[in-house]
């Protein structure tokens, strides 16, 4: 049974980075798509970025060019490197995965296993 750990999360200034890890424990990660998203209070969960199985990628308008997504198949880790954080990046952020891997998956629906979420908050 795979189990997704995220950490990195934290108080940040506007303007900072985090980089977020997603960690992978009981099945190796390296053939499953990887999803991030985030969920804001009083808002639905929304699909941040998305890397496949062979490494494409997909990052959503509000993120692209100051979000990286990538992966350490050797670690079972994939990352998600925020930059230029916003005050409206601030969230709980989510990891998920599922093991049809090829394609990259932008839906809550498309994934079937969750990590607990860790919070991001950006400060003005």
């Known amino acids: 049974q795979l189990q997704l750990v995220e950490s990195g999360g934290g108080l940040v200034h506007v303007g900072g980075s985090l980089r977020l890890s997603c960690a992978a424990s009981g099945v190796t990660l390296d053939s499953y798509v990887v999803g991030w998203f985030r969920q804001a209070p009083g808002k639905e969960r929304e699909g941040v970025s998305s890397i496949s199985s062979d490494g494409n990628s997909y990052y959503a308008d509000s993120v692209r060019g100051r979000f990286t997504i990538s992966r350490d198949n050797a670690r079972n880790t994939v990352y998600l490197q925020m930059n230029s954080l916003k005050p409206e990046d601030t969230a709980v952020y989510y990891c998920?995965?599922?093991?049809?891997?090829?394609?990259?998956?932008?839906?809550?629906?498309?994934?079937?296993?969750w990590g607990q979420g860790t919070q991001v908050t950006v400060s003005s």
């Open positions: 998920a995965a599922d093991q049809n891997g090829l394609g990259v998956r932008t839906g809550v629906v498309e994934y079937e296993y």
